[in-house]
């Protein structure tokens, strides 16, 4: 380990922790997006897209300040477990919830008690982008246990992804910026 990497030992294990669970989420929600088209739930397909997207930004944003603080960026891939597009949402928004209320709070708070301005905007841009994933998931859900098909869960559609941190929209042009890092909204990547 270097010396700096040494200096933010804490800092360092929860980017790390949080390399590997986006790294992870990313692999799973790309395995939902074709569980969900085999289904016939496009539109839940989407999502899984524009999240697994979003998951990869998180993970990139993550990297990069793991290098900036000396240390490598590796993690494992786990294997996926597929089950039934409602299980997979089910497990989707419980992984998200872990995140918002437990794992991203305290991360967010240790580096803001190291004054680690990066890892502070890594792990916010996060978290706040995981509160949109858990909101669509959600929404979802609530679709497919009503059965009802013929809403957004059973149509491919298009989903917006701010390039910067992840957040995630299914409205076109909702802000003229990205309410969580102010990137423009032109910027977003269109994820269908
Ligand atoms: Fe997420
Ligand atoms: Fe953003």
């Known amino acids: 380990m270097s010396a700096i990497a040494a200096e933010n030992t804490i800092t360092v294990q929860n980017l790390l922790a949080a390399f590997e669970g986006e790294s992870n989420a990313h692999a799973k929600y790309t395995a939902f997006a074709a569980k969900a088209d085999d289904e016939g739930f496009h539109g839940a397909a989407s999502l899984f897209r524009a999240a697994a997207r979003a ?34 949402l089910k497990a989707a928004l419980n992984g998200e919830q872990y995140e918002i209320d437990t ?19 890594t792990f ?41 941190c992840g957040y995630t929209s299914e409205t076109e042009e909702e802000h003229e910026r990205c309410p969580v890092c102010n990137c423009p909204w032109e910027k977003f990547e269109i994820i269908r």
């Open 55 to 88: 998951e990869q930004i998180h993970a990139t944003n993550h990297s990069r300040v793991l290098h900036q603080l000396g240390s490598r960026s590796e993690c494992e891939i786990h294997k996926v477990e597929v089950k039934s597009t409602l299980e997979n």
């Open 103 to 121: 794992m991203y709070p305290g991360f967010l708070a240790e580096a803001t008690e190291r004054a680690n301005k990066a890892a502070m905007r």
């Open 124 to 164: 916010h841009g996060a978290l706040e982008a995981e509160k949109t994933h858990a909101r669509l998931y959600s929404e979802a859900i609530a679709l497919v246990v009503s059965g009802k098909t013929d809403t957004w869960i059973g149509e491919a559609r298009d989903f917006y992804v701010c390039p910067v």
